[in-house]
């Protein structure tokens, strides 16, 4: 009976039962032939060599040799299904994994390190190898080890007792030994999560890292993690050697035993010389599961530990999949009601309270100072974040009732990251829609101005465009992004600092581009470009989480940059003197305007 952290592997062995029942058959008689060889020697022994029997030894090895090539035929046959085996394992696995991965919530993601994630996709292996391998194959033949016991107490029952005494100690010694080592495996994976989270770092920092010369700071930190995985590594596998060697000792034991009472046994006359060497032979394979027991203990408890990580993955909530709703294109009204979202319960809330409403035909300023909330406001809008409190309606419906492909095809999101994958350039439009056609495709480029850069490139559109596009320039990857955002014509967009990467003339097509598509779009830019502010018919400020500032542009700069400066001149420290009546007077705090933003165009 599997235990309860085992329930969502069910489903994926109960259609393999009947394979694993082949496999038992198969396994009966590999383990029914093995008795073969014992049984030919004793005969041997006994009756060829005492009675000259040449006759009946050419027939002893030519049956015995029919019974190797059957054999040979068996095994081949058990590890082909077994391949078989780990094919269906490894697909369901691995697509019931990545599709529950994909699913779970972005701020689920964001809590573990990449490490962790990487260490649930190897997770799949363990558990391929474990239910495929030979580690399955070892649990099959292990009730086997009775049948040559059996078998034992028939050819000698006088040394049989050797075994009754030897079998406990080899059970102990494999249940110890995979609760010490246990233990020890999971000491060095936390210090192996802990290096492959420096090493990810490394690898996506690499030009920093090159540019700024800091492989001196970081390599003192990775010797440090490093050291601490080996000692941990070592710990864990003296460990394992002792009781692997401890098993070797009880075999080699066990064959003196089996020797000294054996040959006592013949001197009394109780026992034939066949008889012994044919236990000898028995006993191996009687203590050859057992010794492997004691070596794969490990690969069991790394096989356990691996599938209750995936449970926990598995239990973990996940996006909405199914709409309670269908609705077509939305036209692109957002509003918020007093939203708020904290990162944990116990941190103070990063957005507080936010509560605005946007129309359509108009392009709106997302500012604040760095921390203010507005990157994590863009993502509560888009559906990424779920708010701790209030709501955000699309056309005056709950979002949380859209499907995350819903609200990708209704919302355009451009993040701070350029975040493209290895592949060629169109693979990387055409990721969130699949379904795009050239056509689209190229309108979406011709509209952020990159479509002759793409045709430049030696293979246009099916250019490959390297490791996070590495072989575009941060301008180019950027109007990639941008372009990826328009595909399908969403009705509202969301833009984190989309001119980041961008020079002037770019930047200047793109305030171009945002001014047509404002027309009979919603669009939201978080930007302190000024060049894209003066684009801008509405302005949102942040500050704390909150809302400081709201309204047409034209009105909220002018009280923003008063309101900056009277910060400024409250935090210059100011010279010894008597002020003057007017200087005494407290400059005036441009009042916060009502926080519903019509849209009115610039």
Request: proline share 4%; net charge neutral; hydrophobic share 40%.
């Given at each position: 009976m599997l235990p309860a952290s085992f329930d969502w592997l069910r489903p994926i062995i109960k259609p393999l039962m009947k394979t694993f029942r082949e496999v038992m058959t198969m396994s009966f008689f590999v383990n029914m032939m093995a008795?073969?060889?014992?049984?030919?020697?004793?005969?041997?022994?006994?009756?060829?060599?005492?009675?000259?029997?040449i006759e009946t030894l050419q027939g002893l090895v030519i049956g015995v040799i029919l019974v190797l090539v059957f054999d040979y035929i068996l095994r081949q046959t058990r590890s082909k299904i077994m391949q078989r085996v780990a094919l269906k394992i490894d697909v369901e696995v691995g697509r019931k994994l990545f599709k529950q991965f994909t699913s779970v919530p972005l701020q689920t993601l964001e809590s573990k390190p990449a490490a962790f994630w990487q260490t649930m996709f190897r997770d799949v292996d363990t558990v391929r190898n474990t239910l495929s391998g030979g580690t399955a194959i070892l649990l099959v033949d292990l009730p086997f080890v009775f049948l040559f016991l059996g078998l034992i107490l028939l050819l000698a029952l006088p040394i049989a007792w050797v075994f009754l005494i030897i079998l406990p100690m080899f059970l102990f010694?494999?249940?110890?030994?995979?609760?010490?080592?246990?233990?020890?495996?999971?000491?060095?994976?936390?210090?192996?999560?802990?290096?492959?989270?420096?090493?990810?770092?490394?690898?996506?920092?690499?030009?920093?890292?090159?540019?700024?010369?800091?492989?001196?700071?970081l390599e003192a930190t990775w010797e440090d993690r490093h050291a601490d995985n080996i000692?941990?590594?070592?710990?864990?596998?003296?460990?394992?050697?002792?009781?692997?060697?401890?098993g070797m000792t009880l075999t080699l034991l066990t064959t003196i035993s089996l020797t000294t009472v054996g040959a006592?046994?013949?001197?009394?006359?109780?026992?034939?010389?066949?008889?012994?060497?044919?236990?000898?032979?028995?006993?191996?394979?009687?203590?050859?599961?057992?010794?492997?027991?004691?070596?794969?203990?490990?690969?069991?408890?790394?096989?356990?530990?691996?599938?209750?990580?995936?449970?926990q993955l598995f239990e973990m909530p996940i996006e909405r999949q199914e709409s309670s709703v269908e609705m077509g294109?939305?036209?692109?009204?957002?509003?918020?009601?007093?939203?708020?979202?904290?990162?944990?319960?116990?941190?103070?809330?990063?957005?507080?309270g936010v509560s605005f409403t946007l129309k359509p035909g108009a392009l709106t300023a997302l500012v604040g100072r760095n921390g203010s909330g507005k990157t994590t406001l863009v993502k509560i809008i888009q559906g990424l974040y779920?708010?701790?409190?209030?709501?955000?309606?699309?056309?005056?419906?709950?979002?949380?009732?859209?499907?995350?492909?819903?609200?990708?095809?209704?919302?355009?999101?451009?993040?701070?990251?350029?975040?493209?994958?290895?592949?060629?350039?169109?693979?990387?439009?055409?990721?969130?829609?699949?379904?795009?056609?050239?056509?689209?495709?190229i309108a979406a480029c011709e509209a952020t101005g990159v479509h002759e850069t793409i045709i430049d490139l030696p293979e246009g559109y099916g250019s490959d465009?390297?490791?996070?596009?590495?072989?575009?320039?941060?301008?180019?990857?950027?109007?990639?992004?941008?372009?990826?955002?328009?595909?399908?014509?969403?009705?509202?967009?969301?833009?984190?600092?989309?001119?980041?990467?961008?020079?002037?003339?770019?930047?200047e097509e793109l305030r171009d581009l945002l001014a047509e598509l404002s027309h009979d779009h919603t669009i939201i830019l978080v930007t302190h470009s000024p060049i894209l502010l003066g684009a801008c018919a509405n302005m949102i400020v942040m500050d704390r989480g909150k809302i400081a500032l709201a309204g047409p542009t034209k009105d909220v700069l002018p009280k923003l940059a008063q309101s900056t400066q009277n910060k400024k001149d409250q935090e210059t420290p100011k010279k010894p003197a008597v002020p003057s009546q007017a200087q005494a007077q407290p400059k005036p705090t441009a009042p916060a305007l009502p926080l519903e933003v019509m849209g009115d165009k610039k």
């Open positions: 008795l073969i060889v014992p049984v030919f020697v004793l005969q041997v022994y006994d009756r060829v060599v005492f009675n000259a029997g010694v494999a249940w110890r030994s995979g609760k010490v080592i246990n233990s020890a495996s999971q000491e060095e994976k936390k210090t192996a999560l802990s290096r492959d989270d420096l090493v990810a770092g490394v690898i996506a920092g690499r030009t920093t890292i090159k540019a700024l010369a800091m492989d001196r700071t000692e941990n590594s070592i710990i864990r596998g003296g460990k394992a050697d002792a009781y692997t060697n401890l006592i046994a013949i001197i009394n006359q109780e026992l034939t010389m066949g008889a012994l060497i044919a236990t000898n032979m028995l006993s191996g394979r009687l203590l050859g599961p057992m010794n492997q027991l004691v070596g794969s203990w490990r690969a069991f408890g790394g096989f356990k530990q691996s599938v209750e990580r995936l449970g294109r939305p036209e692109g009204h957002i509003s918020l009601d007093k939203v708020t979202f904290a990162y944990s319960e116990e941190s103070e809330p990063v957005v507080d779920t708010p701790s409190s209030g709501r955000i309606l699309l056309d005056k419906a709950d979002i949380k009732q859209f499907t995350r492909y819903e609200l990708a095809s209704w919302i355009g999101y451009v993040p701070q990251e350029c975040a493209l994958l290895h592949g060629t350039v169109r693979e990387n439009l055409a990721f969130s829609r699949p379904e795009a056609t050239d056509e689209e495709i465009i390297g490791e996070a596009g590495r072989r575009l320039s941060g301008g180019q990857k950027q109007r990639l992004t941008i372009s990826r955002a328009l595909l399908g014509n969403p009705p509202v967009l969301l833009l984190d600092e989309p001119s980041g990467s961008l020079d002037r003339q770019a930047e």
